[in-house]
């Protein structure tokens, strides 16, 4: 099955949407399989938004992101690249479509709640440099049965 890496970013934390977020990842049957607080600094950002380094407004992002701890998640799930992103919804807060995290939780371009990898080949970059590969437990929950039919376990 894929994996795909989530930040909880501080305008999540901040804002104590942490179980809100959590109880949607699990709600949707998607596996958690790594899960700790950190606090992120500047050097980590210019690696994870590499492409947004030179942009005028990297200062302000990094300033957002290292503003509190933010939690680090690991999915698993069938096409989990794909349906986490659904689930998260475009980048600006506002033009974000109702029912996804940040079409119901947040109103900003910048302070969107959540980070979560946009390909299967960044989310296993993006993995590594966030969790050693102990903090990652590939585990199978007992419900797998109740969450995908046999051929799908198989994926
Ligand atoms: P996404 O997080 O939706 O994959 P990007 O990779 O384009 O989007 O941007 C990474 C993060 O950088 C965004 O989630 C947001 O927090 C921040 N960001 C992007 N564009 C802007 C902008 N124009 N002004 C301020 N922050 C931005």
Redesign the pocket.
């Known amino acids: 099955m894929e994996q795909t890496l989530v930040i909880l970013?501080p305008s999540a934390v901040e804002r104590c949407l942490i179980g809100e977020i959590i109880t949607r990842i699990q709600n949707r049957g998607l596996i958690i399989t790594g899960m700790k607080m950190m606090q992120l600094d500047e050097a980590i950002l210019r690696e994870h938004?590499a492409?947004?380094v030179d942009?005028p407004?990297f200062p302000?992002?990094v300033k957002?992101?290292t503003a509190s701890p933010v939690i680090v998640m690991v999915l698993k799930g069938v096409e989990v690249v794909e349906v986490f992103?659904a689930m998260?919804g475009?980048?600006?807060g506002r033009k974000a479509a109702p029912g996804t995290l940040?079409g119901d939780f947040c109103m900003?371009?910048?302070?969107?709640i959540?980070?979560?990898s946009?390909s299967v080949e960044n989310a296993l970059i993006e993995i590594a440099r966030f969790f050693k590969p102990e903090e990652v437990f590939d585990y199978t929950p007992a419900n797998i049965d109740f969450l995908y039919g046999d051929d799908e376990q198989k994926q």
Do not use: C, E, P, W
């Open positions: 970013k938004y492409h947004l942009k407004f302000s992002i957002s992101m992103r998260t475009v980048t600006n940040r900003s371009g910048q302070a969107n959540v980070h979560a946009d």
